[in-house]
């Protein structure tokens, strides 16, 4: 089969290597198509390293079928359509105990420690399957489709704590996959009243109106500031999502926020790095500040619902597709920032 192998960081290479037999226990999938993200230019240019293995095969936005089954598996058939929830938790820590496991302090995760979706074939292994982390469709849904059930897990765990809900004005700052579902959820879990979407990409910002924004605003030809003040007569938004790690934002987004208003932080900030903040906002406007970081096994059960339901939709985030064997070019049009959202199909 093909397989991407990233041997260590700038180092990545298409082989062929044999087809994983499955041992007792194991479930091996065919893989139908993998979506990429920014993490996964992270972790090629070595700017990611914690928890990726060198050799590993890349890919944690899967989806796929099972092509064969170990044995002794019980629930699981030839020919479901699945994907995995990524995240492997040991289930024991302080993080797993407390409703975290997807922050557990001993994890391991596909496409970064364990072999991931860049391949013709994955194997998910024998513990993994055991811990439920192996998820099947109960209708058949586009591959493309199926392999967002990983941004759109984290997107809800995100949406969970900054807690949008009728009504409300959410403004989200940046128009990437990750802001358009967002948008997606504000407008279509949440029934925000008003969703403000902040990018200066006009491709973007035409994009989050077919994802459900009622505004759209070029912060470098606008100010983001007075227009939210404008749209709330004064009050301020009720939910910030930072989908951009941009430091500048971090403040921003407080100021953005009306009295009682949600901050998220859903974007990672470079490492290490602070940012200046008036604490103020955060007293006197009694802000509840939040973030999102990695998705449990029940945000990605509840993922895929939203996505066989069409609840969200894939079609404005999933904008190209690439062959297996044209990895290189679809990691390119990744780095150029082509589209919003790159496929890879075996
Ligand atoms: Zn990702
Ligand atoms: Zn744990």
Redesign the pocket.
Known sequence: MLSAVLHEPNHLELVTRDVPEPGPGDVLLKIEATTLCGTDIRILDGSKTAGVRPGVVPGHEIAGRIAAVGDGVVGYAVGQQATVSIVV?????R??LNDR?HL????ALFGYGIDGGLAEYMLVPADVVAKGNLMTTSVEIPPTTLALSEPVSCCLNGFDQYAAGPGDTVVILGAGPIGLLHTQLAARMAGARQIIVSNRSAARREAALVCGATHTVDPSATDLAAFVRDATDGAGADVVVVCIGGLDLANVALDLAGIGGRVSYFAGFPKGSTAVMDPNLVHYKELVVTGGSNARRRDVRRAIAVLESGLIDAAPIVSHQFPLSDLFGAYDALKQRTGVKIAVLP
């Open positions: 938790s040991c289930n024991r820590c993080a797993c496991e557990c302090a001993d994890l």
